[in-house]
């Protein structure tokens, strides 16, 4: 269907410590996941995505695993720092291009 | 650099009311949305647009209209606005169909009393 699970809602982090987001879906068709990271009051900005072609790509303490057999896919922040704090939205592109979002994580990282 | 700008930043109007909200890029992007968000629900999209004079009913398109008769505008109006739609709305842009990063606008945030 349309929605996309995410989880958890809310996420406690010690500085340095890692961070995982988990998201599924059920739409097979879906070929496109990126993430966004919104900070308070700002604007939701991309920070990575993968294709269904791939399986983990990283740019630097980010990273995204896809598991297209079991339709789930991951954000990986390792070495948190404060400024990592924000809202995170897994999304998926559907069938006709457009994006549908996750329902956000809310990560605080505690210095 | 301007890129993507919605008015007003911040509105609040009555039950009822026509309200419409502003949206404007200077990228010539085929692709325009609007977004809503709320909290527990992330962002749902409202409609879309692939180009001028083409748009298309996203997620939550109930009690709201949009028109593009230019490539850079995508006013979103609400006819008779309801407490329901008070929410923070999104306009973003993307380059292509399939291209996946979208850019957002600042947003505006609808307070309907």
């Known amino acids: 269907g349309e929605n996309v699970e995410q989880h958890p809602s809310t996420l406690s982090v010690q500085e340095g410590d890692s961070a995982v987001i988990k998201c599924t879906y059920s739409?097979?068709?879906?070929?496109?996941f990126p993430w966004y990271k919104q900070e308070l009051g700002k604007r939701p900005q991309l920070i990575i995505d993968?294709?269904?072609?791939?399986g983990e790509k990283k740019d630097q303490r980010i990273a995204v695993t896809l598991n297209k057999t079991a339709k789930h896919f991951s954000l990986h922040i390792t070495e948190t720092q404060p400024e990592d704090s924000a809202v995170y939205f897994c999304?998926?592109?559907?069938?006709?291009?457009?994006?549908?979002f996750g329902s956000g994580t809310r990560l605080l990282v505690r210095p | 650099d301007a890129g993507i700008t919605q008015s007003p930043r911040y509105k609040i109007t009555e039950t009822g009311r026509q309200v419409t909200l502003m949206c404007h890029q200077t990228w010539s992007h085929s692709y325009m949305f609007w977004y809503r968000q709320d909290l527990g629900h992330g962002l749902r999209l409202i409609y879309y647009?692939?180009?001028?004079?083409?748009?298309d009913k996203g997620e939550v398109p109930d009690g709201y209209v949009v028109s593009r008769s230019k490539t850079e505008n995508f006013p979103l109006t609400l006819e008779s606005a309801t407490r329901s739609q008070t929410s923070v709305y999104f306009c973003a842009s993307r380059v292509e169909y399939n291209t996946g990063e979208l850019f957002f606008g600042e947003g505006s945030r609808l307070t309907v009393l």
């Open positions: 993968i294709r269904s072609n791939v």
């Open positions: 647009s692939a180009a001028a004079d083409i748009t």
């Open positions: 739409d097979s068709a879906s070929n496109y």
């Open positions: 999304a998926r592109m559907d069938s006709s291009y457009k994006l549908i």
